[in-house]
């Protein structure tokens, strides 16, 4: 059986909900829309046919017919926040990892409930033996020598409801089958390509083969969205002029009511998005831009007298002229 396994913190009916919408919103995209057969309710209408044999042949036919299943649906799991949505999606891996990097790509909170979403692609037995059975043709379809690139990957458990003693034998198990047939691929706990993860659930073992496990940030939809959100508020969002290393002149004779002109040559823009530059004039002034958050551009010329010349240039691509003396403060 494969599926879905759903953390949340309470509230799981909300998480129920929330789930169906997302994984039904998202295998509609990559499968199509899912067939679900009616019945067509087709019966005998004879006028010979008493009630009870009518009531008879209609509980016969219920009986008969085998029970629907649909793309998605909850198992108890007898875990508090801890569900497990059996699906009928071919490579549930696949969905999941979808809808993460949709998250990654857009920037969009997809869950208010849902914590973690880890796809499941066999159960069985608990047990360590049980365990590496079910777990071999699944290494082998990634680690297999149909693979010929190296893979690194790391192993991880994890037990809930279950104090079991044998459980502890199921990791040196996973090991010494990935050490004797597949030992060209390497262990790394930093950066693994693949992550093999077995989740224990009472008396049943959860396993799948997790891509992106560490960037995806162990498939905690919250997590990613949070990092994706904060990730974009730090970045500085200038016209595309000031991003980056500048060279170019900027010439603002022509803008500059006045007498007062100001040439900038070598313009840097540093990690904090501000340009500033030093330009020494042969009458002995300093001149320096700063371009501010606000997308303003300020400029303060120091001559011999201590005098300040600040040069603004508002959003009508007007430049305003001020001096400051001694007696001011800058």
Do not use: W
């Not at 019945?39 to 029970?67: C, H, T, Y």
């Not at 629907?68 to 801890?82: D, G, P």
């Not at 920037?107 to 079910?134: E, F, N, W």
Request: hydrophobic share 30%; proline share 3%.
């Amino acid at each position: 059986m494969s599926g879905v396994l759903v953390t949340c913190m309470n509230k799981e009916r909300n998480c129920i909900h929330e789930a169906y919408n997302l994984l039904n919103e998202y295998a509609d995209k990559l499968y199509g829309p899912e067939q679900i057969e009616k019945n067509d309710g087709s019966q005998s209408n004879s006028d010979d046919e008493d009630i009870q044999k009518s009531l008879e042949r209609e509980v016969k036919a219920m009986q008969e017919q085998p029970v629907q299943q649909r793309r998605f649906q909850v198992v108890e799991s007898s875990v508090t926040n801890c569900l497990f949505i059996k699906s009928t999606v071919e490579n549930p891996c696949h969905l999941i990892h979808t809808i993460l990097s949709d998250i990654v790509e857009s920037g969009a909170s997809k869950s208010r409930y849902i914590q973690r979403m880890l796809p499941v692609s066999v159960t069985c037995k608990a047990h360590p033996k049980d365990v590496v059975k079910a777990a071999e043709p699944i290494i082998e379809q990634y680690f297999g020598a149909s693979e010929p690139e190296v893979k690194t990957y790391y192993i991880t458990t994890r037990a809930r409801n279950n104090t079991s003693t044998d459980l502890k034998q199921v990791l040196p198990d996973l090991v010494s089958l990935m050490q004797s047939k597949y030992s060209r691929h390497k262990v790394d706990y930093k950066t693994p390509e693949l992550v093999i993860s077995v989740e224990v659930l009472c008396k049943v073992a959860c396993i799948s083969i997790l891509k992106d496990f560490n960037r995806l940030r162990k498939y905690n939809l919250q997590e990613v969205a949070a990092v994706i959100f904060k990730n974009n508020k730090n970045l500085i969002k200038e016209p595309s002029d000031l991003q980056g290393t500048a060279s170019e002149k900027i010439n603002t004779d022509e803008t500059i009511q006045g007498d007062d002109k100001i040439e900038v040559i070598n313009v840097k823009v540093n990690d904090e998005g501000e340009v500033k530059t030093e330009n020494v004039t042969e009458e002995g002034e300093v001149k320096i831009v700063k371009v501010t958050e606000e997308g303003e551009v300020k400029t303060a010329s120091v001559t011999e007298e201590s005098e300040v010349k600040i040069v603004k240039i508002n959003e009508e691509s007007e430049v305003k002229t001020g001096k400051v003396t001694d007696e001011s403060e800058v």
